[in-house]
């Protein structure tokens, strides 16, 4: 099988793997997680094939023809960019399904769980690579809907409901404001795929729309990266359980818009709007999620909000563009998805096997649980940026962009150092607070935890230190291709371990003083960020309620306000609309009939059935009860199927006196049930409004007949008809022909349209006095939470 | 209703509308007729019966749930289209088949499963409609 072939069964495979998922869970219980492993292993073995060709700078693409005719294929882009998140998602991807084995044992649904996570990765894994926007588009969306899913799997408990629909409104919305953004590029440029358009040049940029098609893409992309003030959906998916936030709350899907940010930085990027916005976004959240982690103890939420501080720290490299800043940003986004993966594994590990991940009451396990301590310790290092890890070569290439000494830069940098600073201290207070000090009664006996659980963690600090130092193999085959990608040119990531005296190592160090500084006084330093909120007591968490709930406060105004309830208003509103329509429309464009005509020689027969028609209706004017009304009203209808008759339309005819009879019948039973008194007693000043509605209808009716009547008849179609029904369609009834073959997906909408007015009217038939007061109650239920 | 010759003669008349409805069903595609009309006889009928002999004797009768003879037309007017997608053809493209039984010749054709399909989904939408209002009408 070629390659080509294999990716696309690659991109496939996790949502293979999450349909065989409960079944395979229900067989083997949390021992699945072994053999579901095997999905991603073999997605990262698959793509480990393409490093060397891309470590010499190719780009692979392939794909499908999708929808040809709108210029829309299933396609894929390889390059650094991607290639290395494939890696991360399918490498870390397959660890969290360990981990999620051993986190979730034993938990009624973990075979459910194990399909959600499957199918977020394949989503986030198509998301890396399309090559196509549409398709790009439906990935993102559908990385926002599995996590909807993964944040609210405790589906019982009100705050994970919460918290679900919160992410989704906010990157599902942001998906949207991005599709429009895509949509402009495509207009501008014509083009439907990255690989064409990243080499479409600077016109982008000189566009008229570039700044819109900007701030729709970067709408898309903060929301997806919980950039400030769109951070807050962030914390709240705590609420997942602990696999959910290692895999898609830090390592993968906050990544997607510093993805698409990467993705078009040749494109969109360098422009002054780029270079302002990215930064100003990137360093308020990095300094405000790094203070407001520093506010937390709770374990996952500290991590939360430093996941939130990286993830601006890399909008703020992208965004500045020098080489030295991609590059800063190609190596911290690998090292914080390792270190950042790992802690947050590590935090469920002490969550899981104590049952409690508060800060202030964990102390003392270094003892019970000696390996979860070394990874936690491991993984700090990394992220504190602390020699010989990962983290530390992030660090120091991110202060090598920085220590240009123009303001700007001196502003960025002093910011960048308090946000590392904070970030420092929070990151050994995870590492060190709950295994140091004396032993704290925990809820559950504390002790080392099982395979399944350390294992995922170990591997990713491991390769934390790993990656360091082999880091000249590392930078020719991931860290280069990933900036060259970025950049749009060929870079070479040259960064070691080997000591380097410079004003980065200078900052390090004063990042490393002041971040013990703030270790130290963590308490003081919560207290006092307690005050400030306090203070300060409004949050983008609470502009978020407030908005939903001015939403279904409009919304019920409005609907209050259109949908009175009544039928009577509804019927009203509705003829009197067809009516200006039929009158007014001709009336202006002067399309009325020049003069009623009347055929010179109408037979006596016919004159006849016009006159039954016509006695019928005054029978139907004259009627003393309705019944009698009904009843009469059937007799014009059945005149005129005889003049269907006379015509030459027999099947019209036949229809017609079928219709006829069953709405006689249908009409006299919805009688009985509306118990309506037997005649209509309303004096004449109501009855006379609706009867001129009725005789508007009635003329408008008239005249547009007649002037349709009137143009010459075209007689193409019925040509067309004639001639094929037969020797195409073998029927002879052209009538039935047209119903069921010409026209046959006309009748297929319609019989559907039949069945559904079907059901609508047995379930309002159904409908009991007391049910629709229960529907009172629940309106007012929803005004009153409003 | 108490008609003696009217709850009678109501069997007959229902069983001979629903012949004559198939049969209207039937010869539909090269004479006046198909499967709505066939499907408005059908309903009359059944709306006779009921009038003659209470709801719950039709609701016996036609052993079905209306509505889930709906659902079985729709489903397979639907099928009738996605047969043409097997033989490479656009959705609801008519095929014939002519097998022969006995030395008759017998032309079968998807549009004729779509024309029963039509059928179907009138009996069932109308009758349900109609059953139900009847049923609780007399309360």
């Given at each position: 099988?070629?390659?080509a072939a294999?990716?696309f069964?690659?991109?496939?495979?996790?949502?293979?793997a999450a349909?065989?998922a409960p079944?395979?869970?229900?067989?083997?219980g949390?021992n699945a997680?072994?053999?579901?492993?095997?999905?991603?292993v073999?997605?990262?073995?698959?793509?480990l094939?393409y490093?060397?060709?891309?470590a010499d700078?190719?780009i692979?693409?392939?794909g499908?023809?999708?929808?040809?005719?709108?210029?829309?294929s299933f396609?894929?882009?390889i390059d650094?960019?991607?290639?290395?998140?494939?890696?991360?998602?399918s490498g870390?991807?397959?660890?969290?399904?360990?981990y999620?084995?051993?986190?979730?044992?034993g938990?009624?649904?973990q075979g459910?769980?194990?399909?959600f996570?499957l199918?977020f990765?394949g989503?986030m894994?198509?998301?890396?690579?399309?090559d196509s926007f549409?398709?790009?588009f439906?990935?993102?969306?559908?990385t926002?809907?599995?996590s909807?899913?993964?944040?609210g799997?405790?589906?019982?408990?009100e705050?994970?409901r919460?918290?679900a629909?919160?992410a989704?409104v906010?990157?599902g919305?942001?998906?949207?404001?991005l599709?429009?953004g895509?949509?402009i590029?495509?207009?501008?440029s014509?083009?439907t795929?990255f690989s064409l358009?990243?080499?479409?040049g600077?016109?982008?940029?000189?566009?008229?729309?570039?700044l819109a098609a900007?701030?729709l893409v970067l709408?898309?992309?903060?929301?997806?990266?919980?950039?400030?003030?769109?951070?807050?959906?962030?914390?709240n998916?705590?609420?997942?359980?602990?696999p959910?936030?290692?895999y898609?709350?830090s390592a993968?899907m906050?990544k997607?818009?510093?993805?698409l940010?990467?993705?078009?930085n040749p494109?969109?990027?360098?422009?002054?709007?780029w270079?302002?916005?990215?930064?100003?976004?990137?360093?308020?959240t990095?300094v405000s999620?790094a203070?407001?982690a520093v506010?937390?103890t709770d374990?996952?939420?500290m991590?939360?909000?430093?996941?939130?501080?990286?993830?601006?720290?890399?909008?703020?490299?992208?965004?500045?563009?020098?080489?030295?800043?991609?590059?800063?940003?190609?190596?911290y986004?690998?090292?914080?998805a390792?270190?950042k993966g790992?802690?947050?594994m590590?935090?469920?590990?002490i969550d899981?096997e104590?049952?409690?991940?508060?800060?202030?009451?964990?102390?003392?396990l270094?003892?019970a649980?000696p390996?979860?301590?070394a990874?936690?310790?491991?993984?700090a290092?990394?992220?504190g940026?602390?020699?010989?890890f990962?983290?530390?070569?992030?660090?120091?290439e991110?202060?090598e962009?920085?220590s240009s000494f123009d303001?700007?830069?001196v502003?960025f940098?002093?910011?960048t150092i308090?946000?590392n600073?904070?970030?420092f201290?929070?990151a050994?207070?995870?590492?060190?607070?709950?295994?140091?000090?004396s032993?704290?009664?925990?809820?559950r006996?504390a002790?080392e935890?099982p395979?399944?659980?350390w294992?995922?963690?170990?591997?990713?600090?491991l390769k934390g230190?790993?990656i360091?130092s082999?880091?000249?193999?590392?930078h020719r085959?991931i860290s280069?291709?990933?900036?060259?990608a970025?950049?749009g040119?060929?870079?070479a990531?040259?960064t070691?371990?080997?000591?380097?005296?410079?004003?980065?190592?200078?900052?390090?160090a004063v990042?490393?003083?002041?971040?013990?500084a703030?270790?130290?006084n963590l308490?003081r330093?919560?207290a006092?960020m307690a005050?400030?909120?306090a203070?300060i007591?409004w949050?983008?968490?609470?502009?978020f309620?407030?908005f939903i709930?001015?939403?279904?406060?409009?919304?019920?105004?409005v609907t209050?306000?259109?949908q009175?309830?009544?039928?009577?208003?509804?019927?009203t509103?509705?003829?009197?609309?067809?009516a200006?329509?039929l009158l007014?429309?001709?009336?202006?464009?002067?399309?009325?009939?020049?003069?009623?005509f009347?055929?010179?020689?109408v037979?006596?027969?016919?004159l006849?059935?016009?006159a039954i028609?016509v006695?019928?209706?005054?029978?139907?004017v004259?009627?003393a009860?309705?019944l009698?009304?009904i009843?009469?009203?059937?007799?014009?209808?059945?005149?005129?199927?005889?003049?269907?008759?006379?015509y030459?339309?027999?099947?019209?005819?036949f229809?017609?006196f079928m219709?006829?009879?069953l709405?006689?019948v249908?009409?006299?039973l919805?009688?009985?049930?509306?118990?309506l008194?037997?005649?209509?007693?309303r004096p004449?000043h109501?009855?006379?409004p609706?009867?001129?509605?009725a005789?508007?209808c009635?003329?408008?009716?008239?005249?547009?007949?007649?002037?349709a009547t009137?143009t010459?008849?075209?007689a193409?179609?019925?040509?067309?008809?004639?001639?094929?029904s037969k020797?195409?369609?073998h029927?002879?009834?052209v009538?039935?022909v047209i119903i069921?073959d010409f026209r046959g997906?006309?009748?297929?909408?319609?019989?559907a349209?039949?069945?559904i007015?079907g059901?609508?009217?047995?379930?309002?038939?159904r409908?009991r006095?007391?049910?629709?007061?229960?529907g009172?109650?629940?309106?007012q239920?929803v005004?009153?939470?409003? | 209703m108490k008609?003696?010759?009217?709850?009678t003669?109501?069997?007959?008349?229902?069983?001979?509308m629903?012949l004559?409805?198939?049969?209207?069903?039937l010869?539909?595609?090269n004479e006046p007729g198909g499967?709505?009309?066939g499907?408005?006889?059908a309903?009359?009928?059944l709306?006779?019966?009921g009038?003659?002999?209470g709801v719950e004797?039709v609701?016996h009768a036609?052993?079905?749930?209306?509505?889930?003879?709906a659902?079985?037309?729709?489903?397979a007017?639907?099928v009738a289209?996605?047969i043409s997608l097997?033989?490479?053809?656009?959705?609801?493209?008519g095929?014939w088949?002519?097998?022969?039984f006995?030395?008759v010749?017998?032309?079968?054709?998807?549009v004729?499963?779509?024309?029963?399909?039509?059928?179907?989904?009138v009996?069932g939408?109308?009758?349900s409609?109609a059953?139900?209002?009847e049923?609780?009408?007399?309360?």
């Amino acid at each position: 099988m070629d390659i080509a072939a294999l990716t696309f069964l690659a991109l496939g495979l996790p949502f293979v793997a999450a349909l065989v998922a409960p079944v395979l869970t229900r067989f083997l219980g949390h021992n699945a997680a072994w053999i579901l492993a095997l999905a991603p292993v073999a997605i990262f073995a698959h793509f480990l094939r393409y490093l060397p060709e891309i470590a010499d700078g190719e780009i692979v693409t392939g794909g499908y023809a999708w929808i040809p005719s709108f210029n829309v294929s299933f396609s894929w882009l390889i390059d650094g960019l991607s290639l290395t998140f494939a890696l991360l998602i399918s490498g870390i991807g397959a660890l969290i399904v360990l981990y999620s084995g051993g986190y979730l044992k034993g938990h009624p649904h973990q075979g459910r769980f194990f399909s959600f996570i499957l199918m977020f990765m394949g989503s986030m894994q198509g998301l890396v690579l399309s090559d196509s926007f549409l398709m790009l588009f439906v990935f993102w969306e559908l990385t926002s809907i599995t996590s909807f899913l993964l944040i609210g799997f405790d589906h019982r408990r009100e705050a994970a409901r919460r918290a679900a629909l919160q992410a989704l409104v906010v990157t599902g919305g942001g998906g949207l404001l991005l599709l429009a953004g895509l949509l402009i590029l495509w207009n501008v440029s014509g083009i439907t795929q990255f690989s064409l358009l990243l080499s479409f040049g600077a016109e982008l940029k000189e566009s008229p729309f570039y700044l819109a098609a900007l701030l729709l893409v970067l709408g898309g992309a903060f929301t997806k990266s919980a950039q400030f003030p769109f951070h807050f959906w962030l914390p709240n998916a705590m609420e997942a359980p602990t696999p959910v936030s290692a895999y898609l709350h830090s390592a993968t899907m906050v990544k997607a818009g510093v993805y698409l940010l990467m993705r078009l930085n040749p494109v969109l990027g360098g422009t002054p709007e780029w270079q302002v916005l990215l930064p100003l976004f990137g360093v308020a959240t990095l300094v405000s999620g790094a203070a407001l982690a520093v506010r937390q103890t709770d374990l996952k939420l500290m991590l939360a909000y430093t996941t939130m501080a990286s993830l601006g720290l890399l909008v703020l490299l992208t965004g500045l563009g020098s080489p030295h800043a991609i590059e800063a940003a190609a190596l911290y986004l690998v090292a914080h998805a390792l270190f950042k993966g790992a802690l947050f594994m590590v935090a469920g590990i002490i969550d899981h096997e104590t049952g409690a991940r508060d800060l202030t009451k964990l102390g003392g396990l270094r003892s019970a649980m000696p390996l979860t301590f070394a990874i936690a310790l491991a993984a700090a290092l990394s992220m504190g940026g602390l020699p010989p890890f990962f983290g530390f070569l992030a660090k120091e290439e991110i202060y090598e962009a920085l220590s240009s000494f123009d303001r700007r830069s001196v502003v960025f940098a002093g910011l960048t150092i308090l946000g590392n600073a904070l970030m420092f201290a929070v990151a050994f207070a995870i590492a060190l607070k709950p295994f140091l000090g004396s032993k704290v009664e925990t809820p559950r006996h504390a002790h080392e935890a099982p395979v399944l659980l350390w294992l995922g963690p170990a591997i990713l600090a491991l390769k934390g230190l790993s990656i360091a130092s082999m880091s000249g193999l590392a930078h020719r085959l991931i860290s280069s291709p990933m900036s060259s990608a970025i950049a749009g040119e060929p870079r070479a990531v040259t960064t070691s371990l080997a000591p380097h005296i410079g004003v980065p190592l200078l900052l390090s160090a004063v990042t490393l003083l002041v971040g013990v500084a703030f270790y130290l006084n963590l308490d003081r330093l919560r207290a006092a960020m307690a005050v400030i909120l306090a203070d300060i007591g409004w949050g983008p968490d609470r502009g978020f309620d407030q908005f939903i709930r001015g939403l279904l406060r409009l919304a019920v105004a409005v609907t209050r306000r259109l949908q009175s309830g009544k039928l009577d208003v509804y019927m009203t509103v509705v003829f009197v609309l067809v009516a200006v329509v039929l009158l007014a429309t001709p009336a202006h464009f002067g399309e009325l009939p020049r003069a009623p005509f009347f055929a010179a020689d109408v037979p006596t027969h016919e004159l006849a059935i016009m006159a039954i028609a016509v006695a019928g209706l005054l029978a139907v004017v004259m009627a003393a009860d309705r019944l009698t009304a009904i009843v009469s009203l059937g007799i014009q209808g059945f005149a005129v199927a005889v003049i269907f008759l006379l015509y030459g339309a027999p099947d019209l005819s036949f229809t017609q006196f079928m219709i006829e009879t069953l709405s006689v019948v249908v009409l006299a039973l919805v009688m009985t049930r509306l118990r309506l008194s037997p005649s209509d007693r309303r004096p004449l000043h109501q009855k006379l409004p609706d009867s001129m509605i009725a005789l508007a209808c009635g003329f408008g009716f008239g005249l547009f007949l007649l002037r349709a009547t009137g143009t010459p008849f075209d007689a193409t179609l019925t040509d067309f008809y004639n001639l094929y029904s037969k020797s195409v369609a073998h029927g002879a009834n052209v009538v039935n022909v047209i119903i069921v073959d010409f026209r046959g997906t006309d009748t297929l909408g319609e019989i559907a349209v039949v069945m559904i007015t079907g059901l609508a009217i047995l379930s309002l038939v159904r409908l009991r006095a007391g049910s629709l007061k229960r529907g009172a109650d629940d309106r007012q239920d929803v005004e009153e939470r409003a | 209703m108490k008609s003696v010759i009217f709850r009678t003669v109501a069997p007959f008349l229902t069983s001979l509308m629903t012949l004559f409805s198939i049969f209207v069903l039937l010869r539909g595609h090269n004479e006046p007729g198909g499967g709505f009309i066939g499907g408005l006889i059908a309903v009359s009928g059944l709306a006779i019966y009921g009038i003659a002999h209470g709801v719950e004797t039709v609701r016996h009768a036609i052993y079905f749930h209306p509505l889930a003879i709906a659902g079985a037309g729709l489903f397979a007017a639907t099928v009738a289209g996605l047969i043409s997608l097997y033989a490479h053809v656009p959705f609801m493209t008519g095929l014939w088949i002519y097998p022969s039984f006995f030395g008759v010749e017998m032309p079968l054709s998807t549009v004729m499963l779509f024309d029963t399909g039509v059928y179907l989904v009138v009996v069932g939408s109308i009758s349900s409609v109609a059953l139900s209002l009847e049923e609780r009408g007399g309360e």
